[in-house]
């Protein structure tokens, strides 16, 4: 590994366990202060908070465990485990905010009455908060910290919604504007947990990454000089960042040593060398048959 790239992973360990513990300490006092000012909203975002913070907490820790190489056992490395943390988090979210949800809908039958003020007290706070988190995240570069730093940024959305609300009933006796505030939050969250689920099982369902077109690149590869056709190509990704790609490449017979190796250097350069980590190229020559153990599957 090098310097620049050992640089670049503790710079992201580095952003995360910063933005971890200042979400850790606010998610603390976010649900003393929804208890005292019998704010569901506020309750709803320590929630959602709450796995925001375990989100963080588990990326950083797989960041950090993504570094490890390969072992007989993992012999790509460790850099799949990043996804059990979205994966565990989403689902814990999911029957969280079922529950919040459910109490709100019982709020908006009966209305209480909400600390209107402390409200606004923990929403101006909440905005300084995310919105430092959402700073010291957004100057990484990886795509872990750029999806972080998007999850932040809606958090303090979030909390200006909560301090419009809070400002409303302050001057108008309208507690039912809490439940409403608490149901749109959970819907909103929902949705973008459901919409990181399915990118997570998409990954460990191993189909092809969304930025990588399989036809462009079997026709750019077909062009080269002597290849003649490619045939079981296969791409999935590892973690969402990390790809692999494995193709059998059938050229002439005639084809050098010397060409083989020139054309297995120019299948690497179609690929963006940030996202393809593992590349695999078989050669069979006109007539030779095909290593692969499903030669009839294509």
Known sequence: MSQSHEGHDHGSQGNLKVAFFLNLGFTILEIIGGLWTNSIAILTDALHDSGDCASLGLAWYFDKLSERGRTPQHTYGYKRYRLLGGLITGLVLIAGLAFILWQAVQRLVSPEPVNAPGMMILAVVGIVVNGAAVLRVKKGTSLTEKVVSWHLLEDTLGWSAVLLGAGIMAIWDVPIIDPILSIGISLFVLWNVGRN?????????????ASFDLEEFQEKVGKFPKVERTHHVHVWS???????LSLHLQMTSNASREEIVETKRKVREALDAEEFKHVTVDVELTDEPCASFDCGEE
Not at 198 to 208: D, E, G, I, P, R
């Open 197 to 209: 689920l399915t990118n997570v099982m998409k990954v460990f369902l191993q189909t092809a990454p």
């Open 238 to 244: 590892l973690d969402g960042e990390s790809h692999v």
